[in-house]
């Protein structure tokens, strides 16, 4: 399959089952819901070393948060239940609590309910008062600016993480260039994050290494400075790759962000430097959900 | 299917247990069985068609027409269903009430609403006296749901409450939210004395200034987030309550009882 020059690669991307949430934050104004979010979702790239993969999904009108104020809204995704409340709560005490003129709440009511902010009440040292509010429970923390509100619990569901695909260039500035196209586009995508830093990560890893410690390691066969060393994918004119990570709370929200990030991607096309999509998978060993490139683009 | 309607033929000059006529209860009964059922009426029985005349068949729909204020404990306990009064309510009126919505069109006695559990109850009219409250001896007033009162109401209002929102369109009397567990209680009109009284948590919610007792503190004026969101859960009542117009988020707060636990809060607005 070729689109407007850009070769699609006859592969797939191969994701995970994870565990998510959501959580919307308000604020005064925009600027600080948006520093809270980021700091929710900050050191959050991956689930290798991170304990979560969390990134911002949208700005909020106040028309469309809880308290009438301008919010942003987050998702945060990991391996398992457990760790997903643990991040959960310990962002939220450290970067949502803290975050002047703050207010927390849930963005998922349906699922599992897992602490939000249930726990982080003991803050208020018995000053905490509780609100339940049309079937919800909300905490009213005092703090220093006045006081936070915080619901007290958010739903957990099933998510996929780990769809993927590979912008294979000419040159670096052309491959970021190209994913940058595509997180523009993917950003207005509901559902989604893209976890790593401008949602484009540069060290896409494979499974294993020769170091026994590690799990992971450098994807050697999309190095393009060892083509002529190793076992490589990349064609003699491809000088460097990057990757677009993107977990969803569903496959078909990471279908459509796919399909709508490769778009652009291929807008920009081979007169720009743009020359294979490819993804990253794992023999289809590992996990159960494939994201077949020409089909979604077909 | 009509609602089940019964229309009082004659008062009667002692007070009548209604607690057997409710949605529940009757949901499976035809009306003749109804009929037949024995209400008591001071020291004796009455036959429900004996007191009332009865039209319709949806039990799940019930109205109370010409009703008076010896007609007790309507809507005991109410599951689900509507029931609607059309004239007065006596005492206990929707007392332990679960679910469901409940209307008096004219004033209701004392202890409307008491241990409630869940649901919409509404009067039109004034409530008496224990409205929301707990039963004498008993720990816990209402533990959730909304009672409505576009009228004034009596003293205690919300005694011992325990979860939930008493809304007040007019004034109530002494004692308002006195030995209050949790809960929210708002007024528009005015207060009496000793508001909040042993008052151990839960919010008074008050757009006239009241008389407060020294065991309240100024805690300063602010802007609270959770008053939008509870304006919000507003929206849907047939009341002033539902107007925007009336909604605030800035507010005078006194914490206290400090005589008690000084958890709760009395919310002015500013």
């Given at each position: 399959m070729i689109i407007n020059g850009v070769s699609i690669d006859e592969t797939f991307a191969e994701a995970f089952p994870m565990k998510a949430t959501r959580a919307i934050i308000t604020a005064q104004n925009e600027k600080w819901a948006m520093i809270s979010a980021q700091a929710m979702t900050g050191f959050a790239t991956s689930v290798i070393a991170c304990g979560c993969e969390a990134g911002i999904e949208r700005v909020l009108d106040p028309s469309e948060t809880p308290d009438g104020r301008p919010g942003v809204s987050v998702l945060i995704f990991a391996m398992g239940g457990k760790g997903l409340a643990k991040q959960l709560e310990?962002?939220?005490?450290?970067?949502?609590?803290?975050?002047?003129?703050?207010?927390?709440?849930?963005?998922?009511?349906?699922?599992?309910?897992?602490?939000?902010?249930?726990?982080?009440?003991?803050?208020?040292?018995?000053?905490?008062?509780?609100?339940?509010?049309?079937?919800?429970?909300?905490?009213?923390?005092?703090?220093?600016?006045?006081?936070?509100?915080?619901?007290?619990?958010?739903?957990?569901?099933?998510?996929?993480?780990?769809?993927?695909?590979?912008?294979?260039?000419?040159?670096?500035?052309?491959?970021?260039?190209?994913?940058?196209?595509?997180?523009?586009?993917?950003?207005?995508?509901?559902?989604?994050?893209?976890?790593?830093?401008?949602?484009?990560?540069?060290?896409?890893?494979?499974?294993?290494?020769?170091?026994?410690?590690?799990?992971?390691?450098?994807?050697?066969?999309?190095?393009?400075?060892?083509?002529?060393?190793?076992?490589?994918?990349?064609?003699?004119?491809?000088?460097?790759?990057?990757?677009?990570?993107?977990?969803?709370?569903?496959?078909?929200?990471?279908?459509?962000?796919?399909?709508?990030?490769?778009?652009?991607?291929?807008?920009?096309?081979?007169?720009?430097?743009?020359?294979?999509?490819?993804?990253?998978?794992?023999?289809?060993?590992?996990?159960?959900?494939?994201?077949?490139?020409?089909?979604?683009?077909? | 299917m009509s609602a089940l309607t019964f229309t009082v033929k004659q008062e009667t000059a002692q007070r009548v247990d209604m607690s057997p006529l409710v949605c529940h209860l009757l949901k499976d009964l035809s009306v003749a069985d109804i009929a037949a059922i024995e209400l008591q009426n001071g020291k004796r029985k009455i036959r429900v068609d004996e007191l009332f005349t009865l039209s319709g068949d949806d039990t799940q729909n019930i109205i109370i027409k010409n009703s008076y204020d010896k007609l007790d404990f309507i809507a005991k306990e109410l599951t689900d269903g509507v029931m609607t009064v059309e004239g007065e309510a006596g005492a206990y009126f929707g007392i332990s009430m679960k679910s469901g919505e409940l209307t008096a069109k004219g004033n209701a006695g004392l202890y409307a609403g008491c241990e409630m559990k869940n649901g919409l109850l509404t009067i039109n009219g004034n409530a008496g006296d224990f409205l929301g409250a707990a039963l004498p001896g008993n720990k816990q007033g209402m533990k959730g749901g909304t009672i409505l009162v576009k009228g004034n109401v009596g003293q205690r209002a919300g005694d011992h409450m325990r979860r939930g929102n008493l809304l007040i369109e007019g004034n109530a009397g002494d004692y308002c939210g006195s030995r209050m567990i949790a809960g929210t209680i708002a007024v528009m009109g005015t207060t009496g004395r000793y508001l909040g009284y042993a008052m151990q948590r839960g919010t008074l919610l008050l757009w006239q200034q009241p008389q407060l007792s020294a065991t309240f503190n100024d805690c300063g004026s602010h802007t609270l987030a959770f008053l939008p969101i509870l304006f919000k859960s507003f929206k849907t009542l047939n009341s002033k309550f539902a107007d925007e117009s009336v909604a605030f988020n800035r507010v005078q707060r006194f914490g206290g009882d400090m005589a008690e636990k000084g958890r709760a809060e009395v919310l002015v607005k500013i």
């Open positions: 310990t962002r939220a005490g450290q970067c949502v609590l803290t975050s002047p003129t703050s207010a927390l709440f849930a963005g998922i009511d349906d699922g599992l309910q897992i602490p939000l902010g249930k726990n982080l009440r003991y803050f208020g040292d018995g000053f905490q008062t509780s609100k339940k509010i049309a079937g919800k429970r909300y905490w009213r923390i005092p703090v220093m600016d006045g006081e936070f509100l915080t619901e007290a619990t958010t739903g957990r569901v099933d998510a996929v993480g780990g769809g993927n695909f590979l912008v294979l260039a000419e040159s670096q500035p052309q491959a970021l260039a190209a994913c940058e196209a595509a997180i523009v586009e993917m950003k207005k995508m509901p559902n989604v994050i893209m976890p790593f830093p401008g949602g484009v990560v540069r060290s896409g890893s494979k499974v294993g290494s020769k170091y026994p410690a590690l799990g992971a390691s450098s994807n050697d066969a999309f190095c393009p400075t060892l083509k002529g060393v190793t076992k490589t994918d990349l064609s003699p004119d491809i000088e460097s790759v990057m990757e677009i990570v993107i977990d969803g709370l569903t496959k078909e929200d990471i279908d459509n962000a796919m399909r709508v990030g490769i778009q652009a991607v291929c807008d920009l096309g081979a007169e720009n430097g743009i020359k294979r999509i490819s993804a990253g998978n794992y023999g289809g060993k590992l996990g159960p959900f494939h994201f077949h490139l020409q089909e979604i683009m077909a | -």
